[in-house]
């Protein structure tokens, strides 16, 4: 194939996720954001919405992998190469290294997506550069470049497990057995169940099992959480509950996150709630049921506007909707010690999150760590100022790195003398290998769920 060949049409599936990847690179867009958006434009569904995922997911997962066997196939580096080119290389090599795609499907289509993006000039080289790459299998080029396991252990798995070297580095660090880091990178590069979010008081795990049954979708009850219910695959929006509200998209390590805030134990008042970085709002929604149990009220708030409206729309289905605010956590619109309850989870790296958000580990930097970190601090120390006496604050963030998590706790405890830490464990009964305390870490290799941090301190004065 090359210049002259016979043009083939490339399909919808393809041409989406090509187009979601393009926009990541050229524009930083997020996967999970792109692509639902343009899979709604064009009237994508069903099991081509499924491809266009898994190419563009998985593409992205394994970007490290690919563009290592590429810049052997390259005069240059794959990253000097058009957004575009580079595109269509990644998601070549990944229909014929890591799916059922016939080489010469995924070549062609491969040409096609880079001659409609950018003209004729770079055909000559995809074509050339993943002919070669349908040579060897994945396991063969990956023994092949990786270094050996014994010699550069992190060498190895930035290669072999398609993480950055820094990512690798931290997980180690903080997991120490090399297997278990293995079995950690593993899953994350292992597609997450899709897991709902029952909304308290509307409807039940057990009617949304039969629900999906009924839709010819294989769903059970959650591993953890008593609200969960956990889809083999499919499309979530496909059920009913979904589309009206009644149902969220929500994993399971997110709802336990809500959970050890109303779980928690309270003296005196339990009137009113905060969810102060409330979007896009998914623990709002639960937590909004939860609190309506007990007669209290919630109030969720949101720095983004935008982000602001999605809490609201969450929360459509209760009769009685909750004061959705659009203000800074850390400029707060209400006054010191009015809460009784509060979580706080806070914009953090995301590194929780890979099985879900899988180009994440290719945009964040540990330079990122220098903005984050102070403002994680900063929310957490107007949450407990916004605590009542003897009132709780939940801080969670959907990364395991020590210095979003037990740093930031240890840096706020520090300096707000009227706080101290509670033991969380107690408050997930239903949950195994929650190490020594007094704080939760969940892993996707241990718990299945993303890597949820858990802290819970208590207003004492």
């Known amino acids: 194939m090359g210049r ?13 996720a090509f187009d979601a990847l393009v926009r990541g690179e050229v524009d930083g867009a997020y996967l999970n954001l792109v692509l639902p958006r343009l899979l709604r434009e064009r009237g994508i569904g069903g099991r081509d919405a499924g491809l266009a995922t898994e190419l563009a997911n998985g593409t992205a997962r394994l970007q490290g992998s690919y563009d290592a ?14 957004p575009e080119v580079r595109v269509g290389l990644r998601m070549g090599s990944h229909q014929l290294l890591s799916m059922r795609v016939p080489p ?30 349908a040579g060897r299998s994945l396991h063969a080029w990956l023994t092949a470049l990786a270094p050996p396991r014994s010699a550069d252990l992190v060498g190895h798995l930035v290669v072999t497990a398609s993480h950055p070297r820094w990512v690798v580095e931290a997980f180690l660090d903080l997991l120490g057995d090399r297997s278990e880091v293995e079995e950690m990178l593993a899953a994350d590069n292992t597609a997450a169940a899709v897991a709902l979010a029952v909304r308290p008081g509307l409807t039940t795990p057990a009617e949304i099992v039969a629900e999906a049954s009924a839709a010819g979708l294989e769903a059970e009850a959650g591993h953890w959480s008593p609200y969960a219910v956990l889809l083999a695959g499919g499309d979530p929006a496909a059920l009913r509950a979904v589309r009206s509200g009644t149902v969220g998209v929500q994993d399971e390590g997110s709802q336990l996150a809500a959970l050890v805030v109303a779980r928690a134990p309270l003296d005196g008042p339990d ?83 890979l099985r879900r958000r899988p180009d994440a580990r290719w945009r964040r930097q540990p330079s990122d760590l220098a903005t984050l970190v102070p403002l994680q601090q900063a929310l957490l120390a107007q949450a407990l100022r916004a605590a009542r006496p003897g009132g709780v604050v939940a801080y969670v963030t959907c990364s395991p790195l020590a210095a979003e998590t037990r740093a930031v706790v240890d840096a706020v405890l520090a300096g707000e003398h009227g706080a101290v830490e509670q033991d969380v464990r107690p408050l997930l009964p239903e949950v195994g290998s929650l190490g020594d305390g007094p704080h939760v870490q969940l892993w996707p290799h241990r718990h299945g769920t993303d890597a949820m941090f858990m802290a819970l301190l208590r207003r004492t004065v």
Do not use: M
């Open 271 to 353: 009137r009113r709630w905060l969810d102060c970085c409330a979007g896009p709002g998914g623990k709002a929604a639960l937590l909004i049921g939860l609190a309506a149990e007990r007669g209290a009220v919630l109030v969720a708030a949101e720095r983004q506007p935008r982000r602001a409206a999605l809490v609201a729309a969450a929360a459509r289905r209760y009769p009685r909707r909750p004061c959705v605010v659009a203000a800074d956590g850390t400029r707060p619109a209400w006054r010191d010690g009015s809460f009784d309850r509060v979580i706080v989870d806070v914009p953090c790296t995301g590194l929780g999150a």
């Open 69 to 82: 066997i590429l810049d052997t196939c390259l005069t240059k580096a794959a990253d000097q190469l058009q």
């Open 104 to 133: 010469h499907a995924a070549v062609s289509t491969g040409v096609e997506l880079v001659r409609g993006a950018v003209g004729e000039r770079p055909v000559g080289l995809v074509n050339a550069v993943l002919r070669r790459v």
């Open 4 to 16: 002259r060949s016979r043009r083939v049409s490339v399909d919808p599936a393809r041409q989406a």
